[in-house]
C-alpha cells in the first residue's frame, strides 16, 4: 500500500514536468488579468505571483457552488484538512496537518476571532457564516512572527466584502436541506434565511447590514425524540438540535490616502440536550408514573467589534491598525424535565464559559523609496480573561477566572535582488505575563524562475499556550485523581516548506494549466500530555512530555479549458507522536494519505454551473495502549481508521441576468456516517475507548434560492 501511495504521488511529478515541457509561453497581458489579489502575511495586498507565501483562495464563487453557509460545509474537501465534528456538543472543529485546532488561528479580516476559551484557536466552524465573506485564504505552516502564539500549522483568514458596485444591494435567500432522509418544514431537517443590504452613501461612504438564521431540527437517527419517555436509551437525537442567528454591520469610509472600517458581529446559539436516561417516578398510590430527565440547553453569545485604519502618509510609508474588543459567553440550562407535562425543577442556570479580549495590532511598512528594499515594523498586545468551569473539573465546579496579557514587537524584510528573487527574514518578540517571553523567527523567500516557475520556501517557529483542561483540570474522588498543572510551559514548534509552482498557457487554444508541489515538515517539541506521576496511588497530571513529527507531500493541478475547470490533488503524511515517558512507546512514522479533485463545467450561454467534488481520506493510524507487560508499563499496538470517501454535487443556475439564482444539490452522496476505529483500546494516556468515528449524518439534499436586486 506504501509503495502504491508513492508511486500515485510520483505521478503527479511527472505529470507536473510534463504539462511544463508541452506549455508554451504564457501570454503576459492574460496572465495579468487572471492574477488573484492576497493579503495574509503581506505588506499590502498582492498578486498571489509575488506572493512571498504559497496561499491557497477559496473564492466567493466556489461558496456559492456548494451553497456553504458555515466552514463546516466548506472545508471537507481541502487537502491536509480534516473537519472534526461532535454530534453531542453541537460543535465541529478543524485539524491542519493532524494537529488539531488549538495549533492554528482563524482570522477575520486578520483579527483573531473569540471562542470559548480562547483567541483565534478551538473555534466551532459552524459558528463562522459565509453571507458576507469574499473570499479565504490559507497559509500553511508555522506563522508566528506575523500572527503569534498557537499558529504552529497555519493560519485561515477569512476576508469579507468592502464594497458592492450598485449604489444599493439587497440579497436575500432561503435555503432548505434535509438531514439525511429526514425532513419536514420546522419539525425536521435544516432551515436558513438571509438578508443582506448594502448602501454607497456616497463615493466615499459604505454601509451594510445582514442577518442569518440556521436552524438545525437534529438528527434523529434511530432516536425518539424529545417527548419519548421509555428508558431504553433511545430518547433524544444523535445529533442535536441547534438554532443560530448572525446579525453583522459594517461601515467604510474611504479617500485617496486613507481608510477606516468598522465591522460588528452579533451571534447567537441555542443548542438542546435531550438524555436518554429516563426515571419513571412511579407512584405506587395512584399506580401512575410520571417519567423525567436531566435534560440541558446550552446557550452562546458573541459580539465582536472590529474597527481598522491603514492608509499611507505623505512620506509614502503604508500603515495599518487594527483594534478589536469580542466578548464570548456559553450558558448552561440544567433542569428536570418531567416528560408527559412539560413541567420543569431543580433549575440551574450558569455561566460556565466565558472569554472577554481586547486586541490590537499595528503596522507600518514602506519606510524607503526603493524597488530593491522594503520594511515592515508591527506591534500586537492582547488582554483575555475568561474561565471554563467544563474544563475545570466536574468536582470542583469552580470559576476559575484567569487573565493574561500578551505583548509582541515584530519586524520584517523583504530584499529584492532581482525582479526574480526575493528573500524575508522577520522575528518577533513576545512577552506573555503568564508564560513569560519567546523570541520567534522566519525566513521566507520567492524566486521566479524562467519557463513560469516559481519557488518557494519558508522556516518559521511558533508556539502553543496551554488550554484550560491542561492548566486547571481536577477530577478527585476514591477512584480517580487527574490533575492539571499550572506549571506548563507552552509547547515550541517550527515548520519548513518548499514548493514548486508552474502556470502555462497553450498556444492557439483556451487551456490553462496549474501545477504545485510541495513538501512540509512540523515538528513539535515539549509537547502536552497526561500522564501517570505516581503510581501508587494512580495520580495522572498534565506535563510536558511528548514530541509530534509530520511531513508531507502534496501535489495540486488545476486544468481550465474551454468551460471546464478541473482541480486534481493528492497528499501523503507521515506522523510520529513520540511518547517520551512510555517505556514501550513506538515512535515511527505512521502514513496516511488523501485524494481529492473537483470539476465544474460552466454553461455561460445558459448561466449555468455544475460542480461535483470528491475528497478521499485513506486509513490513518496511531499507536494506543492495549495492554501491560510484566512491569506494569503500556503495551501500545496500532489503531486503525478505516478509509472513508466525501462526494457532493451541485448545480447552480441564473435567471433574468443574476437577478435569482437557485442551486440545488446533495451533500455525502456516500452516505458516510460512523467510520470503524479498529484495535481501539481504554484505559491510560494515548488512548480511545470509541470502535467508531462519527463524521456525517448521511446523504442529504438541499435547495436554495438568493434574490438580488440591484439598484
Known amino acids: 500500500m506504501f509503495l502504491n501511495k508513492i508511486s500515485f504521488l510520483f505521478l503527479f511529478l511527472v505529470s507536473f514536468v510534463v504539462f511544463s515541457q508541452e506549455a508554451s509561453k504564457q501570454d503576459s497581458l492574460f496572465y495579468n488579468k487572471l492574477e488573484e489579489v492576497v493579503?495574509?502575511?503581506?505588506?499590502?495586498?498582492?498578486?498571489?505571483?509575488?506572493?512571498?507565501?504559497?496561499?491557497?483562495?477559496?473564492?466567493?464563487?466556489?461558496?456559492?457552488?456548494?451553497?456553504?453557509?458555515?466552514?463546516?460545509?466548506?472545508?471537507?474537501?481541502?487537502?491536509?484538512?480534516?473537519?472534526?465534528?461532535?454530534?453531542?456538543?453541537?460543535?465541529?472543529?478543524?485539524?491542519?496537518f493532524g494537529l488539531d485546532s488549538q495549533y492554528f488561528n482563524i482570522l477575520i479580516d486578520n483579527i483573531p476571532l473569540v471562542s470559548d476559551n480562547g483567541l483565534g484557536n478551538n473555534i466551532d466552524l459552524t459558528q463562522v457564516n459565509l453571507d458576507d465573506v469574499e473570499r479565504i485564504e490559507i497559509v500553511e505552516g508555522a506563522m508566528g512572527v506575523e500572527y503569534g502564539a498557537n499558529s504552529v500549522s497555519g493560519v485561515i483568514n477569512i476576508i469579507t466584502k468592502k464594497s458592492v458596485r450598485s449604489k444599493w444591494s439587497i440579497k436575500t435567500s432561503l435555503q432548505e436541506e434535509t438531514v439525511s432522509n429526514e425532513f419536514a418544514f420546522f419539525d425536521k431537517g435544516r432551515h436558513i434565511q438571509s438578508v443582506n443590504v448594502a448602501h454607497n452613501f456616497s463615493d466615499k461612504w459604505l454601509g451594510r447590514i445582514s442577518f442569518n438564521r440556521n436552524n438545525f431540527a437534529g438528527f434523529y437517527d434511530n432516536r425518539k425524540g424529545r417527548d419519548y419517555y421509555n428508558n431504553d436509551s433511545l430518547r433524544g437525537y444523535s445529533w442535536l438540535p441547534k438554532e443560530?442567528?448572525?446579525?453583522?454591520?459594517?461601515?467604510?469610509?474611504?479617500?485617496?490616502?486613507?481608510?477606516?472600517?468598522?465591522?460588528?458581529?452579533?451571534?447567537?446559539?441555542?443548542?438542546?440536550?435531550?438524555?436518554?436516561?429516563?426515571?419513571?417516578?412511579?407512584?405506587?398510590?395512584?399506580?401512575?408514573?410520571?417519567?423525567?430527565?436531566?435534560?440541558?440547553?446550552f446557550k452562546t453569545n458573541r459580539f465582536v467589534n472590529n474597527l481598522n485604519v491603514n492608509g499611507n502618509l505623505k512620506s509614502g510609508s503604508s500603515y495599518s491598525?487594527?483594534?478589536?474588543?469580542?466578548?464570548?459567553?456559553?450558558?448552561?440550562?440544567?433542569?428536570?424535565?418531567?416528560?408527559?407535562?412539560?413541567?420543569?425543577?431543580?433549575?440551574?442556570?450558569?455561566?460556565?464559559?466565558?472569554?472577554?479580549?481586547?486586541?490590537?495590532?499595528?503596522?507600518?511598512?514602506?519606510?524607503?523609496?526603493?524597488?530593491?528594499?522594503?520594511?515592515?515594523?508591527?506591534?500586537?498586545?492582547?488582554?483575555i480573561s475568561g474561565f471554563d468551569t467544563q474544563a475545570s473539573g466536574s468536582v470542583t465546579q469552580q470559576d476559575k477566572n484567569r487573565k493574561q496579557n500578551n505583548y509582541a514587537l515584530h519586524g520584517s524584510s523583504e530584499i529584492n535582488f532581482s525582479d526574480s528573487f526575493m528573500i524575508r527574514p522577520g522575528l518577533r518578540f513576545e512577552y506573555n505575563s503568564f508564560f513569560h517571553s519567546k523570541l520567534l523567527g522566519s525566513l521566507s523567500l520567492r524566486y521566479l524562475l524562467k519557463n513560469g516557475f516559481e519557488l518557494r520556501g519558508n522556516v518559521g517557529t511558533s508556539y502553543r499556550t496551554p488550554n484550560f483542561e491542561e492548566l486547571y483540570y481536577y477530577f478527585v474522588d476514591s477512584n480517580h485523581d487527574v490533575r492539571g498543572n499550572e506549571n506548563l510551559n507552552p509547547e515550541n514548534g517550527y515548520s519548513v516548506s518548499v514548493g514548486l509552482k508552474k502556470k502555462s498557457?497553450?498556444?492557439?487554444?483556451?487551456?490553462?494549466?496549474?501545477?504545485?508541489?510541495?513538501?512540509?515538515?512540523?515538528?513539535?517539541?515539549?509537547?502536552?500530555?497526561?500522564?501517570?506521576?505516581?503510581?501508587?496511588?494512580?495520580?495522572?497530571?498534565?506535563?510536558?512530555?511528548?514530541?509530534?513529527?509530520?511531513?508531507?507531500?502534496?501535489?495540486?493541478?488545476?486544468?481550465?479549458?474551454?468551460?471546464?475547470?478541473?482541480?486534481?490533488?493528492?497528499?501523503?503524511?507521515?506522523?510520529?507522536?513520540?511518547?517520551?515517558?512510555?517505556?514501550?512507546?513506538?515512535?515511527?512514522?505512521?502514513?496516511?494519505?488523501?485524494?481529492?479533485?473537483?470539476?465544474?463545467?460552466?454553461?455561460?450561454?445558459?448561466?449555468?454551473?455544475?460542480?461535483?467534488?470528491?475528497?478521499?481520506?485513506?486509513?490513518?493510524?496511531?499507536?494506543?495502549?492495549?495492554?501491560?507487560?510484566?512491569?506494569?508499563?503500556?503495551?501500545?499496538?496500532?489503531?486503525?481508521?478505516?478509509?472513508?470517501?466525501?462526494?457532493?454535487?451541485?448545480?447552480?443556475?441564473s435567471f433574468f441576468n443574476n437577478k435569482l439564482e437557485t442551486t440545488i444539490g446533495a451533500r455525502n452522496l456516500f452516505d458516510v456516517t460512523n467510520v470503524n476505529v479498529s484495535n481501539a483500546s481504554t484505559g491510560g494516556a494515548h488512548s480511545t475507548n470509541n470502535n467508531a468515528l462519527l463524521l456525517g449524518y448521511g446523504r442529504s439534499y438541499y435547495l436554495k434560492l438568493l434574490y438580488n436586486i440591484n439598484f
Not at 340 to 369: A, H, M, P, R
Not at 533 to 548: F, G, R
Not at 612 to 627: D, E, M, P, R
Open 39 to 96: 493579503i495574509t502575511g503581506q505588506y499590502n495586498p498582492q498578486s498571489i505571483k509575488k506572493s512571498v507565501y504559497d496561499v491557497t483562495v477559496i473564492d466567493r464563487k466556489q461558496i456559492d457552488k456548494q451553497a456553504a453557509n458555515n466552514l463546516a460545509d466548506l472545508l471537507n474537501f481541502k487537502l491536509n484538512l480534516t473537519v472534526v465534528p461532535n454530534a453531542q456538543s453541537g460543535k465541529s472543529t478543524i485539524s491542519l
Open 244 to 297: 443560530q442567528i448572525n446579525t453583522n454591520g459594517f461601515v467604510n469610509y474611504k479617500n485617496e490616502r486613507f481608510n477606516l472600517s468598522y465591522r460588528f458581529n452579533y451571534f447567537n446559539e441555542y443548542i438542546n440536550y435531550y438524555n436518554p436516561s429516563v426515571r419513571a417516578n412511579i407512584n405506587t398510590d395512584t399506580q401512575t408514573s410520571n417519567p423525567s430527565a436531566t435534560d440541558r440547553i
Open 321 to 383: 491598525i487594527f483594534a478589536s474588543y469580542q466578548t464570548q459567553d456559553r450558558y448552561l440550562n440544567e433542569f428536570n424535565y418531567y416528560i408527559l407535562s412539560g413541567d420543569k425543577t431543580n433549575e440551574v442556570d450558569e455561566i460556565y464559559q466565558s472569554s472577554e479580549v481586547f486586541f490590537s495590532k499595528g503596522t507600518i511598512s514602506n519606510f524607503i523609496k526603493s524597488n530593491r528594499h522594503n520594511f515592515q515594523l508591527g506591534y500586537e498586545t492582547r488582554y
Open 505 to 653: 498557457w497553450f498556444d492557439n487554444s483556451s487551456i490553462s494549466l496549474l501545477n504545485n508541489i510541495k513538501i512540509n515538515y512540523i515538528d513539535v517539541s515539549d509537547k502536552i500530555d497526561l500522564a501517570i506521576v505516581n503510581s501508587s496511588p494512580l495520580q495522572y497530571q498534565y506535563i510536558n512530555i511528548d514530541a509530534y513529527k509530520l511531513w508531507g507531500l502534496s501535489s495540486t493541478n488545476t486544468i481550465k479549458a474551454n468551460n471546464w475547470v478541473i482541480n486534481l490533488g493528492a497528499t501523503l503524511q507521515g506522523i510520529s507522536r513520540i511518547a517520551n515517558y512510555e517505556v514501550n512507546a513506538k515512535n515511527d512514522f505512521l502514513y496516511s494519505f488523501q485524494l481529492n479533485t473537483s470539476a465544474t463545467y460552466e454553461i455561460e450561454k445558459w448561466q449555468t454551473a455544475f460542480t461535483v467534488l470528491l475528497k478521499h481520506n485513506g486509513k490513518q493510524q496511531n499507536y494506543v495502549a492495549s495492554g501491560t507487560d510484566n512491569e506494569g508499563n503500556s503495551i501500545f499496538s496500532k489503531s486503525t481508521i478505516a478509509p472513508y470517501n466525501w462526494l457532493d454535487a451541485s448545480l447552480k443556475k
